[in-house]
């Protein structure tokens, strides 16, 4: 993933300018302008939805977390907005995450 174009991980558009780290301990190739937004990888906003948030944006903090598609930088919660609601993997999610605290089915 990194760098294996010279060009952005983050835009693949930019040129890169080297490796840097993300808001996670993951390094990917930056651009000049990726960079000075402090934007991360578009699969990021995936892992912090799921992985993070369990499914739930209000619980990343608002203006924190960006990145860029379709052509402009915006917030994690500018991004959730323009995602297609999949009920169903908000809800495998919400279930790992009970079966990992203990509370799903009496467990």
């Known amino acids: ?5 010279m060009k952005c991980d983050v835009c693949q558009v930019g040129d890169a300018i ?4 993300t808001s996670l301990p993951f390094s990917c190739a930056y ?3 990726c ?3 402090g934007a991360d ?5 995936n892992y ?3 992985d993070v948030a369990n499914g739930d944006p209000d619980m990343i903090k608002a ?3 960006h990145t860029f598609k379709d052509g402009q930088y915006m917030s994690f919660h500018e991004w959730v907005k323009l995602q297609p609601v999949d009920v169903a993997a908000i809800e495998f999610q919400k ?5 990992f605290m203990g509370a799903s089915d009496g467990e």
């Not at 993933?1 to 174009?5: E, G, K, R």
């Open 1 to 5: 993933m990194t760098m294996t174009n």
């Open 48 to 50: 912090y939805l799921f």
């Open 41 to 45: 990888p578009e699969w990021m906003m």
């Open 35 to 37: 960079a000075q937004h």
């Open 95 to 99: 279930s790992r995450y009970e079966k």
């Open 63 to 65: 203006g924190v977390i």
């Open 18 to 21: 080297g490796v840097a780290s």
């Open 31 to 33: 651009c000049v302008t």
